[in-house]
């Protein structure tokens, strides 16, 4: 759990949370205490089916039904995690999309618009809403008792905001350079009101995101390139966000952490 939640059992929604790197954290945190609320746009069977395991296994979990990029959805999927799970402690902005493999030279406008809209409008907004019930400073007053005490965010980031990710995906780099400075920006700007704010930059990891992008065996293709020779797992980027929520972590804020085995 959280530092900042010693004496009721901590919250946490994560984004995009039904499958691949959400789902792995979704798992591990329940199991160290946290309840759960596994957010999700369109795939309601996954993300219930992982609500109940979550259950069954004698934690608490909710599925959320929430497109990060409309503000309105936003408001009512935060709105839900007060009413059934109660005062927010950690949020994991993991939704995010990526596109077919193509060179900025054929992106259109749409895309350009979906890339950001869901990878950074919407971690923008979910992080509004958590800090607003979060702040030591405000939460309380806004939310009532229970709220303003702290908490943590991480970020999901890529190591593609470093590499730029040429003749495939420069906007799902772009998209992911802005969410490592909204990371330092916002850790800077929350810190003395009890939150800490990470990012987590995953590498080459085995999700089903790289056929989403329409290069289901890219990780594969590409493995010789890691320095330790192999993809990564969603269990293993998991690890790092739960470390960064935890009180083990309570000195790091305005960090974005490599999960990309040395790449």
Same mark, same amino acid.
């Given at each position: 759990?959280?530092?900042?939640? %010693? $004496?009721? @059992?901590?919250?946490?929604? =994560? #984004?995009?949370? /039904?499958?691949?790197?959400? !789902?792995?954290? *979704?798992?591990? &945190? ?15 069977? %996954? $993300?219930? @089916?992982?609500?109940?395991? =979550? #259950?069954?296994? /004698?934690?608490?979990?909710? !599925?959320?039904? *929430?497109?990060? &990029? ?35 030279? *054929? ?157």
């Amino acid at each position: 759990m959280t530092e900042q939640a %010693t $004496a009721r @059992q901590a919250v946490l929604l =994560i #984004t995009g949370g /039904g499958r691949g790197i959400g !789902a792995a954290t *979704a798992r591990l &945190a329940a199991q160290r205490g946290y309840a759960v609320a596994v957010n999700y746009t369109h795939n309601a069977v %996954t $993300a219930e @089916q992982l609500a109940t395991e =979550i #259950t069954a296994s /004698g934690g608490k979990a909710i !599925a959320v039904q *929430a497109d990060v &990029a409309d503000e309105a959805q936003v408001l009512c999927l935060f709105a839900t995690v007060d009413a059934q799970l109660g005062p927010l402690t950690a949020l994991v902005n993991n939704a995010g999309v990526v596109d077919m493999a193509c060179r900025v030279d *054929a992106m259109s406008v749409a895309r350009l618009r979906r890339m950001f809209d869901v990878n950074v409008v919407g971690s923008f907004l979910c992080a509004r809403e958590a800090v607003k019930r979060m702040s030591k400073a405000t939460g309380a007053i806004n939310f009532g008792v229970g709220y303003g005490q702290g908490g943590g965010i991480v970020n999901l980031s890529s190591a593609a905001a470093r590499l730029g990710s040429p003749g495939q995906y420069v906007d799902y780099a772009a998209a992911k350079g802005a969410i490592d400075s909204f990371t330092v920006g916002l850790a800077k700007e929350v810190a003395a009101e009890g939150i800490r704010v990470n990012a987590v930059r995953p590498g080459l990891i085995e999700t089903d995101i790289h056929a989403s992008g329409g290069l289901p065996h890219r990780v594969a293709e590409l493995a010789a390139m890691v320095p330790l020779q192999r993809g990564g797992s969603a269990e293993e980027v998991a690890q790092a966000i739960l470390w960064l929520l935890s009180a083990d972590a309570s000195y790091t804020t305005a960090t974005v952490l490599d999960v990309t085995g040395g790449r």
